[in-house]
């Protein structure tokens, strides 16, 4: 039952959605003339394997900046008319500047969403490499084909990045009728480049001059252990900062801040126009709560999560 579940919500996710299709429907032959504009998004639409057509996202971000548009200016509005505000001129100001700063920001962060899923999708591939190379040189070993590998590796019930673009390859193998090398160059172009990319471009090479994959892979898989193997070196050294840094913020500078603020209570029962018992509750309550949570957040984003 978990695994019909599971390729329920993948195929939820892989589908567009009705706003998109609207989008699409409502402004696609409005705006038109925004396709060769960014045509830096669609390569990022590609490589990070989102399930949208570069045409349909572009009408989508038209159509969210143009309802956040109105949305900002409505705001502007309603503060306008809520507060007093001086200038007169400000009155008129305020909604537009609304409008244009809700829409413009809507229009800028949907552009980069697509860079940030290729970000998103190279790290993953980069955690992933070093122990896929194993189990294809594996695989390799056993007598199957570069065909066959992919084959077997898009049986496996993951939702890792490998498995999920060797699912693709035996999609154009099977229902595309393409041949292995064009569906592994098909993929090639929907990949970042890096390490990744280069396996795909190595393992063709190997397999239309009849080489030994089992020694490609092999060969491969050593390069990539020896790169996790600095990886975890200089993950470990920056960890050895950031312990230093919490140290410092959390145990070090609230018990000086304290002490500072009851030696400060001697002379002046405040600062700042704050009573000094109120600057040691935020301190306590607030900045240290909040300091913990970066600390936390800053060491999720270094620690590999394989």
Request: glycine residues 8%.
């Amino acid at each position: 039952m978990s695994t019909v579940k599971r390729k329920k919500r993948v195929l939820e996710s892989e589908k567009v959605g009705p706003a998109h299709i609207y989008a699409y429907k409502l402004l696609d032959e409005h705006v038109k003339f925004l396709h060769p504009k960014f045509r830096h998004v669609e390569k990022a639409i590609k490589e990070s394997m989102m399930p949208i057509p570069y045409e349909v996202y572009v009408a989508s971000m038209a159509l969210f900046s143009l309802v956040s548009t109105i949305a900002g200016g409505v705001i502007g509005i309603i503060v306008a008319l809520l507060v007093d505000i001086e200038p007169p001129i400000l009155e008129i100001l305020i909604p537009i500047g609304a409008a244009f700063g809700f829409g413009g920001m809507v229009f800028v962060v949907l552009q980069m969403i697509p860079s940030m899923k290729v970000k998103t999708r190279s790290s993953k591939l980069m955690e992933e490499i070093p122990h896929f190379i194993g189990y294809m040189s594996t695989l390799a070993t056993s007598g199957l084909s570069l065909e066959g590998i992919f084959k077997a590796i898009a049986r496996e019930e993951s939702e890792e990045e490998i498995v999920k673009d060797s699912k693709l390859i035996v999609r154009n193998l099977d229902i595309m009728g393409m041949d292995l090398i064009t569906a592994i160059t098909d993929l090639i172009h929907r990949t970042p480049h890096g390490a990744y990319s280069e396996l795909l471009e190595g393992a063709i090479i190997t397999a239309q001059s009849g080489g030994d994959l089992k020694e490609y892979f092999n060969a491969t898989a050593k390069v990539q252990l020896e790169e996790k193997k600095q990886l975890m070196a200089r993950t470990t050294e920056s960890l050895g900062a950031v312990a230093e840094i919490y140290t410092i913020l959390l145990i070090v500078f609230p018990l000086l801040a304290v002490i500072m603020l009851s030696i400060m209570g001697i002379m002046s029962p405040s600062l700042g126009g704050l009573d000094l018992v109120t600057l040691i509750n935020i301190l306590t309550f607030a900045i240290l709560p909040l300091c913990g949570v970066m600390m936390l957040v800053m060491m999720d984003g270094m620690v590999p999560k394989r």
